[in-house]
């Protein structure tokens, strides 16, 4: 609701637009591919991944034969049976992998997002908390005159425009998240297919890894979340007795401060799962 002020309009409209996105990432974060954006994506990138599962098991009979002729020096190696049914094994571990790797997929995600929902119970948040401006900050802009008014056009006009920012920056990032899962699973046959042979099995490996940092980005974004929702119900505090201008500059730089944190620690959410993965 308008206050008929420009100076509050502005701030307010811009700590709403932080609300509205923060309040997306929580809806976004405890979504899943299949039921995000009503699962139209997600029935597109399954048909892809079942087109790639074609080219995967091309790739798989090629890793293998690369695998075994690197693997034995002889044929007659191959002849004993102990080598020929660890062969044989790898060979069918491989193949179910492939063929039942988007399964794999959605298991290892439906974990983590079973994490994040432990993390959520045990903080007691369950939403974003608004951050709302404070009523002396209002009373303060309402009480100042025409002139005196004028540095707090500057200092709220760029605030606004930076709190606004910050907003797109961090829903960027988790949208960024989905698009990766959405690009993992749409190509996962072919990586996949290197667990086909000893000396691949590596690329197979580096795949599940990464794809399993990219689900539990979510967990580290849900607990930055947390803490800025923290921080958000304790506002800065107002020192009513300086001037107008000071008041709202000290706000403002504060509440930025918070956010950037939170936009930091978002954005760092890949680089926080790697560097616990060894990636």
């Not at 309040?23 to 892809?48: D, H, R, Y």
Request: glycine share 10%; hydrophobic share 55%.
């Amino acid at each position: 609701m308008s206050s008929g002020n420009w100076i509050v309009d502005n701030l307010n409209n811009a700590l709403n637009t932080w609300n509205d996105k923060l309040g997306e990432i929580w809806n976004l974060i405890t979504q899943s591919p299949e039921t995000f954006k009503g699962g139209a994506v997600w029935n597109v990138i399954v048909n892809i991944h079942g087109a790639v599962k074609a080219v995967g098991l091309g790739l798989l009979v090629l890793f293998f034969v690369i695998g075994v002729m690197k693997t034995f020096g002889s044929f007659a190696e191959m002849k004993r049976p102990e080598v020929a049914v660890k062969v044989f094994i790898r060979f069918i571990l491989a193949k179910a992998v492939i063929t039942y790797g988007l399964e794999l997929m959605m298991a290892l995600f439906r974990i983590v997002q079973g994490l994040m929902s432990t993390i959520m119970g045990a903080s007691g948040v369950g939403g974003g908390t608004p951050t709302v401006l404070p009523s002396e900050i209002v009373t303060a802009i309402e009480n100042t005159g025409f002139f005196a008014s004028i540095p707090l056009w500057a200092v709220t006009l760029l605030g606004g425009l930076f709190i606004t920012v910050l907003s797109f920056i961090m829903i960027m990032s988790v949208y960024g998240r989905f698009f990766r899962l959405y690009l993992y699973t749409a190509i996962a046959p072919v990586p996949l297919s290197a667990f086909a042979g000893e000396p691949s099995q590596s690329v197979g490996k580096a795949f599940i890894k990464s794809y399993c940092a990219v689900c539990l980005e979510g967990a580290i974004i849900v607990l930055a979340c947390i803490i800025f929702s923290v921080f958000a119900a304790s506002p800065p505090a107002v020192d009513t007795s300086a001037a107008a201008v000071t008041q709202v500059w000290s706000y403002v730089g504060e509440l930025i401060f918070n956010m950037l944190v939170l936009v930091g620690a978002v954005k760092m959410a890949d680089r926080v799962v790697r560097e616990a993965l060894g990636l």
